[in-house]
Structure formats: C-alpha cells, structure tokens
C-alpha cells in the first residue's frame, strides 16, 4: 500500500482540517472552534494511524474511526451553519467534501476487509 501521504483521501481530509482551522482562528466560542477542528483534524490523523499500524485489521479499524469522525464533522458543521457560526453556502461546501471523504473512506475500508478475508 502507498505511503498515508499519497492517499487521495488523506490529501483531501488535511486540506479540509486545515481549511477548517483557518475558517475559526478568531472564533471565541471555544467550546465549539475546538470541538469542530478536533473532529476535522482526527480525519487525516486516523488514516495515518491506521495505516502507520500495518496490519489490515488495524487500518481497517482506524480509518472506520476516521469515517465516524467525519459523521462528527457534518454534525458540528450543520450546527454551525444553524447558530450562524458557518455561512451557508460555505457550510454546503464542507458538508459535500466531508460526504465524499466519508464515502473514500468506505470503499477504503471495504477494499482492505476483502484483501484480509
């Protein structure tokens, strides 16, 4: 398997972290800027995890911990965009990438338990 830096999925959940992180640096519910950008960073962070572990098993279990946190996201991201924290149009976008990470991460994962089976 590729180096966790050549995954197109781990490239697109970072950009998505850090796009995240930049959107509420000056954001003073912390409360909720932590919340958020900790379940955005746990994407990328998990996939690395998981495949720096090695064994099929272990991938398979961490990068289903990414996807559930991308669950995490769209929640906090639907939120936001209902307290007015997240523009809509920008909080439509991060929903959409979220959506497609998670679904990368699906056939991901589903790819790596019919490897080891």
């Keep these: 398997m ?8 781990w490239k697109r959940a970072a950009r998505l972290s850090a796009d995240l992180y930049k959107a509420f640096v000056d954001l003073k519910d912390f409360g909720f800027r932590d919340q958020i950008t900790r379940a955005g960073l746990s994407i990328p ?3 690395a995890e998981g495949h720096e572990r090695g064994s099929n098993k272990e991938i398979a279990n961490f990068l289903n911990y990414a996807k559930g946190s991308a669950g995490e996201l769209r929640t906090q991201i639907y939120i936001g965009m209902d307290i007015g924290y997240i523009e809509r149009e920008q909080g439509r976008r991060w ?8 679904k ?14």
């Design 45 to 47: 962070s998990n996939i």
């Design 2 to 9: 590729a180096r966790f830096e050549e995954l197109e999925v």
């Design 95 to 102: 929903l959409v990438e979220a959506e497609e990470i998670s």
């Design 104 to 117: 990368m991460l699906h056939a991901l994962i589903k790819a790596i338990r019919a490897r080891a089976s």
